[in-house]
Every structure is written in structure tokens, then in C-alpha cells.
């Protein structure tokens, strides 16, 4: 589940970034060539758009940022549900334990078995 929503964040992102490159490859007038001399009148602006790059960047941190929390999330839990299950072996186990415990506590509280006794006499 969370590898298909990796993947699904990762082929977005390559989408957000792919955009502006489709962008400026399309910006090229059809049937010039790229060797053929422009004169250039006036100063020269750049035609990256900055703030749709910037936005996309902080998008694709985010989205990262929001997966790995929730992964982090999903393995806290699963440790919460394995200490949990531990825990009641243990009580289980430790039930079990007490009980012949109490059984030899009491045997030697009785005092020496009738056999101890027959073996004096």
C-alpha cells in the first residue's frame, strides 16, 4: 500500500517537474533551426517561470515529507500491536508459572511429605 503510493507520489512529481520543460521545448517557432543567428533587440528576459518551480519543489517536499510520516506512523503501530501481543505471552506465560509456583510453595509449607515421614519410622 505504501509503495503504490510512492510510486503514485513519485510519478507525480516527475510530471510537476516535467511540465516547464514541455513548456520551453514548445516555445521554439516550427521550421527554425537552433544554428540559424536572431538578432536580439532589447534586454532579454528569462522565460523559466521561478514561482511555479518553487511551488512544485515545496509541493514535492511536502508530499515526501507527508509519506514518511505516515510510514513512520505505520511502523509505530505495528510495534504498539507487537509489544501489546508480547506483553499478554508474558501475563499468559507468568499465569501459568504462578500457579506451580504456588503448588511447590504450598508443598513446602506443608512440611516433609508422608513419604519422608514412613522412611524415619
Not at 507520489?9 to 516527475?14: S, Y
Given at each position: 500500500m505504501i509503495r503504490t503510493t510512492l510510486r503514485a507520489?513519485?510519478?507525480?512529481?516527475?510530471l510537476l517537474l516535467a511540465?516547464?520543460?514541455v513548456a520551453t521545448a514548445q516555445e521554439e517557432e516550427p521550421g527554425v533551426e537552433s544554428?540559424?543567428?536572431r538578432a536580439v533587440t532589447g534586454p532579454q528576459?528569462?522565460?523559466v517561470p521561478g514561482g511555479?518551480?518553487?511551488v512544485a519543489a515545496y509541493g514535492v517536499v511536502l508530499?515526501?515529507?507527508i509519506l514518511y510520516v505516515m510510514r513512520i506512523a505505520g511502523l509505530q503501530a505495528r510495534i504498539n500491536h507487537d509489544l501489546a501481543?508480547?506483553?499478554r505471552a508474558i501475563a499468559e506465560a507468568g499465569e501459568g508459572s504462578n500457579s506451580s509456583e504456588a503448588e511447590t510453595k504450598a508443598k513446602a509449607k506443608a512440611g516433609p511429605s508422608d513419604d519422608a515421614e514412613g522412611d524415619e519410622g
Open positions: 507520489a513519485l510519478a507525480g512529481a516527475v511540465v516547464p520543460l544554428v540559424e543567428f528576459a528569462e522565460d511555479t518551480l518553487l508530499a515526501l515529507l501481543r508480547l506483553e
